[in-house]
């Protein structure tokens, strides 16, 4: 079993690239808006800062180190939260161009999609008819028929190309067999513990948000990995606070978010990070537990510090 830990690390995703402008007037879209809200989630008590990058003018992902360079070194001086780059990028993206922004910059962590898998976002189409940007809609309905290629060889070449500069990954594993992809990479000591797992429950195409599939994912977590891994979870759109809840309550890390929700309760669009960094920090001291400090969960995850990095 996981090996349990006295503190509750809390990841915040700012912005990703499922969400588009249109969809809230409170997604970070610009450098300047990622940057606090990267700034405001940790004050309000996120260990970790999970990063994508957009063009200022409409919002569109983006994936070059210069983009991460217009808030990195911002959000490093104001704060002292891990930064956690994205190697997941947008499914439209080849995997040079998805590893380039975490080979340049040398974070603490940087995220691993575990497997190829159906991306569904075009159910969106039919919630969100006014979209400003022609690019909007053509993301949302071309995940129709695209694969997110995430391949054996895709994986591998982003452990290689990062192997030399100390960063960590955080795991997404959407369905069963990503931790089995991932049991393969630590039988071949590609990877090393502990293992950062990141489960994702509520992405169409991937495990759904049922009680059973979060104990299914966390028992067979705890078959392959035994005390090697620390398990995190996050649950898409309105998934996001009960399934943070069940897996706190099971001893296990939280990730929150507009990247995985825009929402902060039934019809209520969460005007901040901040705020959802805040209600899960409520539940996770209900239960009795504390959360994590930055510092602590570099302890936790036996991270390289965040003096080591490339900005």
Known sequence: MARSTT????????????????MSPHLPATADEIAEAAIGAAEAGAAIIHLHAREDADGRPVQTPEAFMRFLPRIK???????????????TMTVE???SPA???RPEVASLNMGSMNFGLYPMLDRFENLRHEWEREHLAGSRDRVFRNTFGDIEY?????????TRFEFECYDIGHLYNLAHFLDRRLVEPPLFVQSVFGILGGIGGHPEDIMHMRRTADRLFGSDYRWSVLGAGRNQMRIAAHAASMGGNVRVGLEDSLWLGPGKLAESNALQVRRVRQIIEGLGLEIATPDEAREILELKGGDDVGF
């Open 7 to 22: 503190k509750t690390i809390i990841t915040c995703a700012v912005t990703g690239s499922i969400h588009t402008p249109s």
């Open 77 to 91: 001086q104001q704060s002292n939260c891990v930064v956690n780059i994205t190697t997941g990028g947008a499914p």
């Open 97 to 99: 161009e998805r590893v």
């Open 103 to 105: 080979a340049a910059l």
């Open 158 to 166: 982003i452990l290689r190309t990062c192997a030399g500069n100390g």
